[in-house]
């Protein structure tokens, strides 16, 4: 199987799995509060990625273990965080659409941090995949209808963090295998995320509640797949085609997200179709050039 098959599967597994993140995260919110949710989901994706990291740890640089705690805060914690707080206010598909503005912050912290070059071609990739992302947001009406956009703010800021942690794991942290930094990022970041859920009260909690469980369980699902397993399969797209390619998994999310809703019952016609063909175009000619 060649290297374009390979970058191509390992992106369609990617969106399934982050384009799922959004709907786990509203059943989490049924019972648990946003912090509660972001930090089941980091401890559960450290607990399960602890073997990993006990085993490969003294194989990190010193000097690089910094760099990979941060690579864990502002990469999957901080935007748990900041994605479950939006999510208390906005539908989750309106979440994961605007999570497509990832590839835009990309291009402008890898510009202004990391000295990165990116061609015209690539930027006009991203414009056409971002312009079907944000036609597919207005050709579903409903998603727009009694949302509190004050709350799509944290939304961006998660973005932000995502373009700024893909140009740093790309520059500073190409050469640690993706396993290795994920699994030590993630079980780093877990301590912090079991002292939110002390001070939260979660373990006072009535845990054997079945709503509660549901919840709990959404959140470790999320955890476990949306965040340990995923996480290592993004940074190795990173590794194998290019930080932008890997970043515009982001667009395919919403095409998750409409399945989701089809399978919930909303309607999906041509407009829809219309919308992701303009998406994968772009996505296509990002990678093509």
């Not at 760099?67 to 990469?75: A, E």
């Not at 707080?85 to 890898?110: C, M, Q, Y």
């Not at 597919?136 to 709350?151: A, D, E, R, W, Y």
């Not at 290592?232 to 930080?243: M, Q």
Request: with cysteine.
């Amino acid at each position: 199987m060649n290297k374009f098959v390979i970058n191509w599967l390992l992106f369609i597994v990617l969106s399934l799995i982050w384009g799922s993140s959004f709907i786990l995260m509203k059943i989490g919110l049924q019972q648990l509060s946003p912090y509660q949710v972001a930090a089941v989901r980091v401890v559960s994706s450290g607990l399960i990625l602890l073997p990993v990291t006990l085993k490969y740890i003294s194989d990190i640089p010193p000097k690089k273990l910094l760099l990979v705690f941060l690579s864990g805060s502002i990469g999957s914690l901080i935007p748990g965080f900041l994605f479950c707080i939006a999510e208390e206010k906005i539908d989750s598909s309106l979440a994961g659409t605007l999570n497509s503005l990832t590839p835009v912050f990309v291009i402008i912290t890898g510009v202004v941090f990391f000295n990165v070059h990116t061609s015209s071609n690539k930027v006009i990739g991203i414009v056409i995949a971002f312009t079907g992302s944000i036609l597919l947001l207005f050709s579903k009406p409903h998603l727009l209808v009694n949302q509190n956009f004050l709350s799509i703010f944290p939304v961006i800021l998660a973005t932000v963090l995502y373009g700024f942690n893909v140009n740093m794991v790309s520059k500073k942290l190409l050469h640690i295998p993706s396993l290795h930094i994920t699994a030590i990022a993630l079980t780093f970041n877990a301590i912090p995320a079991l002292f939110v859920l002390i001070f939260t009260g979660y373990f006072s909690m009535p845990l054997t509640n079945i709503k509660i469980l549901t919840s709990t369980g959404a959140s470790v699902i999320l955890g476990i797949a949306g965040t340990a397993i995923a996480t290592v399969l993004f940074y190795i797209l990173v590794k194998r085609a290019s930080v932008l390619f890997a970043s515009m998994v982001t667009y395919a999310i919403p095409f998750v997200a409409i399945f989701w809703g089809v399978f919930y019952g909303e309607s999906f016609g041509l407009q829809q179709a219309f919308c992701m063909l303009i998406i994968l175009a772009g996505v296509y000619f990002t990678n093509k050039i």
